[in-house]
């Protein structure tokens, strides 16, 4: 059940001109963008299937601004949608009502501490700047996922982006040791003290990761970077079915200390990367099921990956790298099923996650849900198997038609799974938000959501607004 918080915003044709010169003067002119054309570029999202409108892009270039910004915003009763690099995959970024886009790209500060290990990051720090820019300074960032030359750190926070190495280092959340934020009422919080340990109230960050924008607009963090391990192995291995595959990934979890990635795919997956890319399949012949294997360790993780390899039952066949470059190729086959399925057809981004004892079922029940509603539907998973992640991705449906959405979200909720293991509800997944969170709990959401944005000022159109 979708609820809506409170809020009486002008249409957009009724937004007082006042307010636009307001801006201008708060961000400088060339920071507010009014050409339609150019406006255009910013109310789709990555996948293509949402659209929105809006009468104008705001670009702030700092905590100030966004502050002024969102007192406008309330004296004119204005919302705004937040973006940073729009790659979300659950529409969060689309003013499906109207709303300004405020682009949050301008907060590019980074400043690196690298006797603790630390960063103070802007919310528009593109993800890629932060890991070269640790990596420089001999550290790693925790998070990584394929989208890293697009998706800002304020995004990542928004939606506590997961990714690939969850298993190893957590999701973003736990690399948060503060937060900079203009909340919707206008006040701001700065806490990027970088203590370890700092146990006096809330934990603002933890809050805020997750809210998907629609409490607080992130203008920068304090991260915790990790130690970079230097020796890295990835291994490709094929199996006959998917619940060896899975049965693999989940062995490994427990045997291989040094493992920091395990991503699972299928065949109709490979064959389409290999399409889309011209790269050739690595193995001599198509197999059903594959697993990415990433182990990372100070010293040379090989001798230990071969050990566990070879205690897997069902392994069979395996392509190595010890080197970058083959790393890199490797990694293309899983990396490039979202630009390979977005080239194929508009997909529908079911992105789920199960308990173990249930994703190998879940894994094979979806396709015959999905042929059940749809027969021109097209199924194409993938995911992050050690977390329970997979990316039920749909093509050859209408961009309005959820049916296979609503079937696919209650398989998943029935297998004790969740709708959204790391994309967020965005406005994607508002109406089956119900699946994981109970009617108690939605209307704590709401509260927080009146306290802290009591004129919904902030994303109304995400999460929990219809
Ligand atoms: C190819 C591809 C692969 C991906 N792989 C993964 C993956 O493995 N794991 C994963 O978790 N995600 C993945 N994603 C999804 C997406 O990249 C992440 O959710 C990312 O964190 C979004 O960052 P962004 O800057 O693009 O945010 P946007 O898409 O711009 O925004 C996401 C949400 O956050 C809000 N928001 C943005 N900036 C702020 C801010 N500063 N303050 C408050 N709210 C804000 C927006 O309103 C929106 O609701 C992938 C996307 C693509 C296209």
Redesign the pocket.
């Known amino acids: 059940m979708n609820r809506t918080v409170a809020r009486d915003h002008r249409e957009v044709g009724s937004i007082d001109p006042a307010f636009f010169a307001d801006v201008a003067e708060v961000v400088g002119a060339g920071q507010l963008l009014r050409d339609a054309d150019v406006v255009a570029g910013y109310t789709s999202?990555?996948?293509g299937r949402f659209a929105g409108t809006s009468p104008a892009v705001v670009r702030p270039g700092s905590t100030e601004e966004v502050e002024a910004l969102v007192t406008l915003c309330r004296r004119h009763g204005v919302a705004l949608?937040?973006?940073?690099?729009?790659?979300?995959?659950?529409g969060?970024?689309v003013a499906l009502n109207g709303e300004v886009v405020?682009?949050?790209?301008r907060?590019t500060s980074l400043e690196l501490d690298p006797a603790s290990g630390q960063a103070t990051v802007g919310?528009?720090v593109?993800?890629s700047d932060l890991q070269e820019a640790a990596e420089t300074a001999g550290w790693a960032y925790g998070?990584?996922?394929?989208?890293?030359g697009?998706?800002?750190?304020?995004?990542?926070?928004?939606?506590?982006?997961?990714?690939?190495r969850v298993l190893r280092y957590g999701?973003?959340r736990a690399q948060l040791l503060g937060v900079a934020?203009v909340f919707g009422t206008g006040q701001v919080v700065s806490h990027l003290g970088g203590l370890i340990k700092d146990n006096t109230g809330y934990h603002l960050p933890g809050l805020?990761c997750g809210?998907?924008?629609?409490l607080?607009?992130?203008?920068a963090a304090r991260v915790r970077l990790v130690r970079r391990a230097p020796e890295q192995v990835v291994a490709l291995l094929a199996f006959a079915d998917a619940a060896s595959a899975i049965e693999a990934a989940l062995a490994l979890r427990r045997q291989l200390t040094a493992l920091s990635a395990v991503e699972l795919f299928f065949e109709p997956g490979m064959a389409l990367v290999c399409e889309h890319t011209g790269l050739a399949n690595p193995f001599d012949r198509p197999h059903p099921a594959y697993l990415l294997v990433e182990a990372s360790d100070d010293r040379d993780p090989m001798p230990d990956l071969s050990r566990a390899v070879d205690s897997l039952r069902a392994v069979s066949a395996v392509a190595v790298a010890t080197d970058r470059a083959r790393a890199a190729e490797l990694w293309r086959y899983r990396?490039a099923?979202?630009?390979a399925i977005?080239h194929h057809g508009t997909p529908h981004k079911l992105?789920v996650s199960l308990p173990a004892a249930t994703l190998g079922d879940f894994v094979d029940r979806v396709h015959a849900v999905v042929a059940s509603v749809s027969s021109d539907a097209e199924v194409w998973l993938f995911g992050?198997a050690a977390d329970g992640?997979v990316?039920v991705n749909v093509t050859g449906l209408a961009s309005d038609n959820d049916s296979v959405d609503d079937a696919v979200f209650r398989l998943a909720a029935e297998l004790g799974g969740s709708v959204s293991?790391?994309?967020?509800i965005?406005?994607a997944k508002r109406r089956w938000l119900h699946l994981n969170r109970t009617e108690s709990e939605i209307a704590v959401f709401g509260r927080l959501k009146a306290a802290l944005d009591p004129d919904g000022v902030?994303?109304p159109s995400?999460?929990l607004g219809g």
Request: charged letters at 15%.
């Open positions: 999202d990555w996948t949608a937040l973006q940073g690099g729009n790659t979300s995959l659950s969060g970024t405020c682009s949050l790209r907060l919310g528009g593109v993800l998070v990584d996922f394929a989208s890293r697009s998706a800002t750190l304020g995004g990542s926070i928004a939606t506590n982006a997961g990714g690939i999701d973003t934020a805020l809210s998907e924008g629609t607080g607009v992130v203008t990396e099923h979202p630009e977005n992105d992050h992640n990316h293991a790391e994309h967020g965005g406005t902030l994303n995400v999460l």
